[in-house]
């Protein structure tokens, strides 16, 4: 048995902490050894024990930290993986056809490698290729292969580039990467193309609605529908009180919104608009968006310059190259989107009116942002009223120009 402790003045023992008691092992003291060796070989023998079982306790713990990360696979620490790659040849530079993939990086950024044989490379070169390019195209619901894309981004790459960075201009719509060579009259000489790759929003999820569904460990889910989920634009659960408080924000710019307004549809000619009394400029555009141009007595494109003050009319000379119809079109509009969140319990209004908190505090509301100024003074107040944060965000859209008609309004126009 062992005690630490304290010895005081008048020789008195104060116990600080005692060991449990053990027995120290005999020795066969040989003859001729005398008591204070065999006392000395009794300690030496201790020693030795003590020190045998403190190796062993600490083979015993290391054994017990190993066995935390044991997950049941065998053990290669033994092993040497110096002969695993062995007798296989090196990766080749390529695999000998042109191919490029693209892929979002976020929002704001995709990643595009490719490879293409020096062969197909050289072909080109052949038949005019001089620079080396990489192409980017918008193809938001429109077939490459017949239609045109919405945009374009051409970036200029070494021959010996395998992979770029690409700015994409636009975040939640589709795009595809090409790799071609440009030749010295402007044709495109197509090396690969990319599939289709629908690049992340960069604005909150439209998805804001949280579903829970609990699931039994040993449930068969093959075939199992547990939720029928509807994206947001094709949703058409009726519009909650707060909505319908918030758009109505809105109302007073609303009138304001021009969209194929008969000024982006039309060539004028110098004074011909004098015609048209300045109060009924905004009859022009109907709720469906159909311009003036529909209408039956309205004066259009051809009654105000091909045959009315046209080429007939006032004689343009022989030379006049040929006219030429298309249709074009542009959409471009802009959303607002408020979120936060509190505490649970807390209240919260906008503009003096309560909305509804989701389970964990968070809000969020989304609408439609048109011309004017528009006002959210939030306000959150704690469940026993003793404490308030507010936020007053202010929002002004100011739509100098609009020269605006959607796919299905544009109608074709000479020129």
Not at 70 to 81: A, C, H, I, R
Not at 150 to 168: G, K, M, N, T
Not at 259 to 268: I, K, P, V
């Amino acid at each position: 048995m062992a005690e630490i402790g304290y010895v005081t003045e008048d020789h008195y023992w104060l116990a600080l902490a005692r060991s449990n008691s053990i027995r120290i092992p005999s020795t066969d003291v040989a003859g001729g050894v005398d008591g204070a060796a065999a006392i000395g070989g009794a300690a030496l023998a201790a020693g030795a024990g003590l020190a045998a079982l403190g190796v062993l306790g600490n083979k015993a713990q290391t054994d017990v930290e190993a066995a935390k990360y044991n997950v049941g696979q065998t053990d290669l620490s033994s092993e040497s993986l110096a002969s695993v790659d062995e007798g296989l040849p090196d990766l080749p530079e390529g695999y000998g056809e042109s191919r490029i993939v693209l892929m979002p990086r976020d929002p704001q950024w995709g990643y595009t490698y490719w490879d293409a044989p020096q062969e197909h490379k050289e072909e080109l070169r052949q038949q005019g290729g001089q620079r080396f390019a990489l192409r980017l195209y918008d193809v938001t619901d429109v077939d490459l292969n017949h239609e045109s894309a919405h945009s374009l981004q051409q970036f200029d790459c070494d021959e010996l580039a395998r992979d770029w960075y690409v700015p994409i201009p636009v975040s939640d719509r589709d795009y595809i990467a090409e790799i071609g060579y440009l030749t010295g009259d402007g044709r495109w000489l197509l090396l690969a193309r990319s599939n289709p790759v629908r690049i992340p929003p960069i604005y909150p999820s439209d998805w804001f609605e949280d579903h829970f569904a609990s699931v039994a460990w040993d449930d068969d889910l093959r075939g199992l529908t547990l939720l029928d989920l509807i994206s947001p634009e094709k949703r058409t659960a009726a519009v909650s009180p707060l909505d319908d408080q918030v758009f109505g924000l809105a109302q007073a710019t609303e009138s304001l919104r021009l969209a194929g307004s008969l000024f982006g549809s039309m060539q004028h000619v110098a004074g011909s608009m004098q015609q048209i009394p300045q109060q009924t400029v905004s009859s022009y555009v109907f709720p469906s968006g159909v311009g003036a141009w529909a209408v039956p007595g309205v004066p259009t494109v051809s009654g105000l310059t091909m045959s009315g003050i046209g080429m007939s009319g006032i004689g343009f000379g022989a030379s006049m190259p040929p006219l030429r119809a298309r249709k074009f079109w542009l959409i471009a509009d802009a959303e607002l989107i408020v979120y936060g969140a509190t505490e649970p319990d807390a209240t919260v209004t906008i503009d003096g009116r309560p909305i509804q908190l989701n389970p964990d505090g968070t809000f969020r509301f989304q609408m439609s942002f048109q011309d004017g100024v528009l006002n959210f003074p939030i306000i959150a107040v704690a469940a026993d009223g003793e404490q308030t944060r507010s936020i007053h965000m202010r929002f002004d859209r100011e739509t100098p120009h609009r020269n605006t008609n959607t796919k299905g309004e544009a109608v074709d126009e000479l020129f």
